[in-house]
């Protein structure tokens, strides 16, 4: 995987010709996840232009001059960007490396499988690696259209929380503790269950990395058992695919950033919730001639922004005196205002600013919502909210809700006590711990569901 490794092997003499004293640089601490070896460092501070122009936190820089220089970040602390691992990825002599997988395995012992990031809902285009059963690293692969070349930390070092707590086994819940069950006695007590609930008491959720066919399977026989309570927005969210897709996606998607004249955030945070998208907004932001506005939380987003300040006040004080016309405007909108009390209230509010301001016309839709679970648009497009006369999130797992809910990887959202709890999960996380019978699944490095 070094293209200076293999030319040297290929082409390169067995003996050295330099005779004169060697570089030697003491390796620097950078952070948890980028292992230095600097004595390999050939100045070309590909790092140094990564963190300044592409992750935008300028970590890394070059100290001393000549023969001299040392690449380092300042004071050596470690770095702050959400996209740091990416440099040891551009580094062209091993002078970066990852830390976590640093000497596990060797390249040619890894079986390699094309996939998309579930940590974020950006998808971004990723390479699983894999020796017999173990996940051994995941790395970026080449997408314009999304990622580009990058994949944020999160992505990147996920992997070593795929084979720890994992759930192995179906168990089934006695005298209030959990005891290991055969797949049988977990069906027939599901079974029992189901047949002693009436339609409208039994319940749904879907959490944020399941995969599309998983909902829709579950989808299906929460409907064949005569229920239309179920749902995939356990953060209480108000968007409602009866609206229209338009509504609930990103509808410049990521490279008509570039091709925006302003930009408004509502209620999101690009780097925290999407270090790969907020990336691209700091590529247009450094093109030039790119305002962009921020409502909600005043944060660290790598580049300028004009504050137009926080709370539902201030979207009524932008709706009212919002420009009417800013070229091709776009504006995101968080989930944060979104899953308020009065969150379908704000969408309809910022959608009708937008198309007073000019953000959709012919050719251009400059209104976008940015998710944070990578499963919430896949659960919005095949219909996984409640039908008419349903429950949503928060009413099922409120007192008195449902008396069976089979919980679909939804660790996030605590079920109120009294429900009967099928949780078909991966790992033995919250929902777990409150589940009467447990189901283990497979992982999404494990299936090729959408």
């Known amino acids: 995987e070094c293209d200076l490794q293999d030319q040297a092997m290929a082409y390169g003499l067995d003996s050295s010709r330099f005779a004169e004293n060697k570089h030697a640089v003491t390796d620097k601490y950078i952070g948890p996840l980028v292992k230095t070896s600097m004595n390999r ?40 960007s959400e996209l740091s691992a990416n440099i040891a990825d551009i580094c062209p002599v091993g002078a970066l490396l990852h830390k976590p997988q640093n000497f596990r395995a060797r390249p040619w012992e890894l079986n390699k499988t094309p996939a998309v990031d579930v940590m974020d809902a950006v998808g971004s285009a990723i390479r699983i690696d894999t020796r017999g059963r173990e996940v051994m690293r995941i790395l970026p692969r080449v997408n314009e259209a999304v990622n580009e070349e990058w994949i944020s930390d999160k992505t990147r070092q996920i992997v070593d929380g795929l084979k720890r707590q994992r759930l192995d086994r179906p168990y089934l819940r006695e005298n209030g503790k959990l005891r290991p069950a055969s797949w049988g006695e977990a069906f027939a007590a599901i079974a029992a269950k189901t047949k002693a609930t009436a339609p409208e008491k039994i319940g749904a959720l879907a959490g944020d990395l399941v995969s599309v066919e998983e909902m829709f399977a579950l989808k299906q026989l929460v409907e064949s058992l005569g229920s239309k309570n179920l749902d995939c927005r356990q953060d209480g ?51 030039g001639k790119f305002m962009v506005g921020v409502i909600g939380e005043r944060a660290d987003l790598t580049y300028a922004y004009e504050y137009f300040g926080a709370g539902p006040e201030s979207i009524a004080e932008f709706v009212k005196n919002a420009p009417r016309d800013v070229g091709k405007g776009m504006m995101i909108v968080g989930q944060s205002v979104l ?19 000019g953000m959709v016309k012919d050719g251009w839709n400059g209104f976008n919502v940015l998710h944070t679970a990578a499963a919430r648009v896949g659960g919005l497009d095949v219909g996984f909210v409640p039908g008419e006369g349903g429950l949503d999130a928060v009413a099922m797992t409120n007192p008195g809700g449902v008396d069976l809910m089979f919980n679909l990887g939804a660790d996030e959202i605590d079920i109120a006590p009294g429900a009967f709890v099928v949780y078909i999960g991966t790992h033995g996380d919250r929902g777990a711990h409150r589940a009467d019978v447990i189901l283990p699944c497979a992982a999404y490095t494990e299936m090729s569901g959408l």
């Not at 070309?44 to 001299?68: K, L, P, Q």
């Not at 490279?255 to 907020?278: F, M, S």
């Not at 899953?339 to 600013?353: N, W």
Request: hydrophobic share 45%; net charge positive.
């Open 41 to 80: 460092c050939i100045h070309c501070t590909r790092c140094v232009r990564f963190t300044a122009e592409v992750a935008g936190t300028s970590d890394m820089g070059a100290i001393h001059r000549g023969e001299d220089m040392e690449i380092t970040t300042y004071l050596q602390t470690a770095m702050k």
């Open 237 to 287: 969210s108000k968007l409602d695919p009866a609206l229209g897709r338009a509504s609930y996606i990103f509808n410049t998607t990521i490279p008509g950033i570039e091709q925006a004249d302003a930009l408004v955030i509502v209620g999101a945070n690009p780097r925290k919730e999407a270090a790969v998208l907020n990336a691209r907004i700091l590529k247009r932001k450094r093109g």
């Open 339 to 357: 899953a308020r009390p009065d969150g379908k209230a704000v969408l309809s509010a910022l959608a009708k600013a937008a198309l007073d301001m």
